[in-house]
């Protein structure tokens, strides 16, 4: 049983608004070019980078004070973090406020993360008003987009699909994500490939190909969800012929980087031998891996693998530990459950009770 394509999963901004060490300033986008760096914010972030935010904060402070943009963005954010400073979200909030009214980017993105999980709220606005928080988040994600952020234009897009903080609109969720795609940001072009793949740039029709194009694009940059969809493309012949062998090629990439239904996707093409050589141990050890994270179809396939002593050493308890995690979730397999009716001991199902157990326990530490 192969999955569903992740179609309408949509990757979030990868940079965080506050690091513990901020980033590299990346000074304000104009359409004249890119502005020069003060020495000042220069030589704030050498410091930062030897470790010393108490010195970059004393360099920056002047030049926020003299009307640096970047300076203030990024002595916002020293504020917010207590980089160097003691945290104080009234200084975090006056720089990055100054900072995206200035047009910086990175200020403007700063401000519009801590605004949408409240550690910020605008000077008037209700803490509590979660309808306004959303709308002044999101005028600060587009300002930041249109200034070159690619997170704020990842986020904008997001925004726009979701309809959170504005209407929903998809177009505008296309054009926002094509700008960071352009950029190279490996999640914009995931995004564009999961809107062509649900159909919702196209009245509801599927757009394989396009969304083949993008994926493409996002995986040789080793996006692992736009790899996993690419095999499923393939695997299933979406938009064209299937092909397992390359199905088989981009479930390993993701399966490598620990995406699980990859692993279960990889491990159905490996005990089939379709695109693969054909290999049960192999993808015995790959359905364990997906069950182990907790994927059911990789659960319910191992239980039976298990059963039958293929790719494994038969053991009763242990097929009864995957089944029953699997049953327990909902995923029904009324064979199994007539074998073990009719096959499994007391004392398989009372060790295979105590590994689920000791399964489940170590799952919740995780």
């Not at 990024?74 to 980089?83: C, F, P, R, S, T």
């Not at 009234?90 to 200035?102: I, K, Q, S, T, V």
């Not at 693998?305 to 995957?322: I, P, Q, S, T």
Request: charged fraction near 20%; glycine fraction near 10%; hydrophobic fraction near 45%.
């Amino acid at each position: 049983m192969m999955p569903v394509i992740a179609g309408a999963l949509l990757a979030a901004a990868v940079l965080p608004a506050r690091a513990e060490t901020p980033p590299d300033i990346a000074p304000p986008a104009t359409e004249r070019g890119v502005k020069t760096v003060s020495p000042e914010v220069a030589n704030a972030v050498d410091a930062l980078k030897q470790g010393e935010p108490a010195r970059a904060a004393a360099f920056l402070r002047t030049a926020a004070e003299n009307g640096d943009p970047a300076a203030q963005a990024l002595l916002g954010q020293l504020y917010a973090d207590g980089n160097g400073v003691e945290r104080d979200l009234f200084e975090a909030g006056r720089w990055l406020r100054a900072a995206a009214a200035n047009g910086e980017p990175t200020g403007a993105y700063a401000l519009a993360t801590l605004t949408d999980d409240g550690t910020l709220t605008p000077p008037g606005m209700d803490p509590a008003n979660r309808e306004a928080r959303d709308s002044e988040a999101t005028r600060l994600y587009l300002a930041a987009a249109n200034h070159g952020s690619v997170p704020g234009q990842i986020e904008t897009g997001l925004r726009y699909v979701r309809g959170v903080g504005t209407a929903q609109n998809l177009t505008e969720a296309a054009r926002w994500f094509g700008e960071a795609a352009d950029a190279g940001s490996p999640d914009a072009q995931f995004n564009l490939g999961a809107l062509h793949a649900s159909g919702a740039l196209n009245d509801g029709t599927p757009d394989h190909a396009t969304a083949r194009t993008w994926f493409t694009r996002a995986a040789e940059l080793g996006h692992a969800d736009a790899q996993y969809n690419l095999g499923l493309i393939a695997a299933q012949g979406l938009g064209g012929p299937v092909d397992n062998a390359v199905a088989a090629k981009w479930f390993k990439r993701a399966a490598d980087q620990g995406v699980a239904d990859a692993q279960s996707g990889l491990a159905y093409l490996t005990y089939q031998g379709l695109g693969v050589q054909k290999d049960e141990a192999k993808a015995a050890e790959l359905y364990a891996k997906a069950a182990d994270q907790g994927h059911l179809v990789a659960q319910n396939r191992l239980a039976r693998l298990y059963v039958m002593g293929r790719g494994v050493e038969a053991d009763m308890a242990e097929a009864w530990k995957w089944h029953s995690l699997s049953t327990r979730a909902g995923f029904e397999d009324k064979e199994l459950d007539a074998r073990f009716a009719k096959h499994l001991t007391a004392d398989d199902r009372a060790t295979g009770d105590a590994r689920v157990a000791q399964w489940l326990d170590g799952r919740a530490a995780r």
